[in-house]
């Protein structure tokens, strides 16, 4: 998976708990990426970094925020996981050209009950 | 708002016939549509790319078109094989240079031996 690790895999948690997934990446890339999917819906963007402490917000950003403190580290925090935050999540890493593939980490799925 | 849009039925071929995955999108032309390959459990794996200035792009048994004027990019897979089967994900340029795909949702191909 290009350098892109995710943690944890699997979680279980419960409504109201506050909940944060970590993405590092070894390959130097600017750019990192937050998405979830979900059936129906394909991937959708919920935050995206383009250098550290630099990041804005995708299609589906509430109830969620991010921080990148470093270029290697990128973290998804649900403050208060809801069951509708029961999904899959990707990160994903890209370099500088815009035109970049972008490359995915292997997920984790996240079951808030 | 831009979309992209995939047949989300999946698609069922025999083995060594071409298969072929419509993408469609909505409003102004990307610069570019990238295509992906997602396999059960895993993230998607990047495939090929095709700029809105090229007609046609190959790799293997792979071939991608882009059709500004039907707002259409077609997925060929020649002489397809069982190992083929999997999910392939369709995604746009988004409106910033930030590297942001809008992903479609997927096609689901399987092979039949």
């Known amino acids: ?4 690790t995710q943690s944890p895999r699997h979680k279980v948690t419960e409504t109201g708990t506050p909940v944060t997934l970590r ?3 070894t390959e130097n890339h600017r750019y990192m990426y937050w998405y979830r999917q979900d059936p129906g819906h394909g991937l959708r963007l919920i935050h995206y970094s383009y250098g550290v402490k ?18 290697e580290d990128f973290l998804l925090t649900l403050e208060s996981a809801t069951s509708s935050q029961t999904s899959v999540y990707f990160c994903a890493i890209s370099g500088t050209d815009s035109y970049n593939e972008q490359f995915f980490g292997p997920g984790t799925r996240l079951t808030v009950l | ?47 090929l790319l095709i700029r809105e200035n090229e007609k046609e792009k190959r790799k293997e048994r792979l071939k991608v078109t882009f059709d500004t004027t039907l707002k259409q990019s077609l997925f060929h897979i020649t002489a397809s094989q069982p190992a083929d089967s999997a999910t392939y994900l369709c995604a746009k340029k988004g409106s910033s240079n930030t590297g942001k795909l809008i992903f479609g949702q997927g096609t689901t191909l399987q092979v039949k031996p």
């Open chain 1, 1 to 4: 998976d290009a350098g892109i």
């Open chain 1, 23 to 25: 993405c590092h990446q």
């Open chain 1, 54 to 71: 630099d990041t804005d917000k995708g299609e589906v950003s509430d109830g969620y925020s991010v921080s990148r403190s470093k270029t």
């Open chain 2, 1 to 47: 708002s831009q979309k992209i849009e995939q047949n989300s039925e999946a698609l069922n071929i025999q083995e060594g016939k071409t298969a072929t995955l419509t993408c469609n999108y909505t409003n102004y032309s990307p610069a570019y549509l990238q295509w992906y390959r997602q396999d059960p459990g895993r993230g998607p794996v990047f495939l």
